[in-house]
């Protein structure tokens, strides 16, 4: 069970941050999806998933597990992507310019296979927001279409789950 609380951005003061802690692992998360502030204190886990124990003899046990901390406080921002067709909408911090730049590379070089992508700054005292490609206007033209179809055919067709998977692969930037 986790347990999700509203607060202050300690980076912007104005964004929507949220913290969450895990009641179990007590893992918490906190993330400004405004600004990208990020601050997480996990449990580490090995390339399977396994948690690290501090001493392998001793056991599962809470004093015994080996944690980590990640801390993004004056991050460039935060980044958001809207991929066609698949109900994925990544969020994540950009901690530099060399991943703000990264990240226009990879959204340009899907521009097809993207519905709208933007990042989120904190500059000058407030959120500025930075459109980097907005198809929603030809996407839903696009997704109606799809469903002009698929109504077309309904016959043909049989019955259709209402969520079509367009077997589209990409490889996601981080």
Known sequence: MSIDESRECPNCKIG???KSTDTKTL???TICIDCGYLHKKYIQRDDKGNIILIDVSEGLVEDNMTRGEMLIDKPYGMAFYEIKHSGFNPMFPIEN???YLNFVEFI???ADK???ATIS???DGEIKVEVIIDNR???KDESLNRLRELEKNKEKLGKQPLFVDTNEEFDLPF
């Open 16 to 18: 929507r941050c949220t």
């Open 27 to 29: 893992e918490e998360y």
């Open 97 to 99: 310019e060399e991943e």
């Open 108 to 110: 340009n070089s899907n």
């Open 114 to 116: 993207i519905v709208q």
């Open 121 to 123: 700054r904190f500059v």
């Open 137 to 139: 206007e030809a996407y």
